[in-house]
Nanobody, 128 residues
């Protein structure tokens, strides 16, 4: 069974940066498309970014494009979400998700219901 554990969340001021980590145990992440999903207070969960299993393709929500990057470290079985120039609207719980598929993510990330595994989430708070 794949288990995902997020870390790196915290409280920062607007314009600050955070790097979230998603570390897997139980299985290798090499065969999994990885996504980051967030849920702001009082709102539904929304996809933020996803990266293909081979790391060749990635997508970002319009609201975070050019501010967030996603990367994979296969040696550490970890996926990172680097978040820069954070805004109060980025506040929420960030979840790491995984779907076992080799497909690229040239055009779309999985629907939230298509992810097979979810982490417990890490809180990100952006406030002055």
């Amino acid at each position: 069974q794949l288990q995902l554990v997020e870390s790196g969340g915290g409280a920062v001021q607007p314009g600050g940066s955070l790097r979230l980590s998603c570390t897997a145990s139980g299985r290798r992440l090499d065969d999994y498309l990885i996504g980051w999903v967030r849920q702001a207070p009082g709102k539904e969960r929304e996809g933020v970014s996803c990266v293909s299993s081979n790391g060749a393709t990635a997508l970002f929500a319009d609201s975070v494009r050019a501010r967030f990057t996603i990367s994979r470290d296969y040696g550490k079985n970890t996926v990172y979400l680097e978040m820069n120039n954070l805004e109060p609207e980025d506040t929420g719980v960030y979840y790491c998700t995984a779907e076992r598929t080799p497909r690229s993510v040239n055009h779309y990330c999985p629907a939230l219901g298509d992810y097979d595994f979810w982490g417990q989430g890490t809180q990100v708070t952006v406030s002055s």
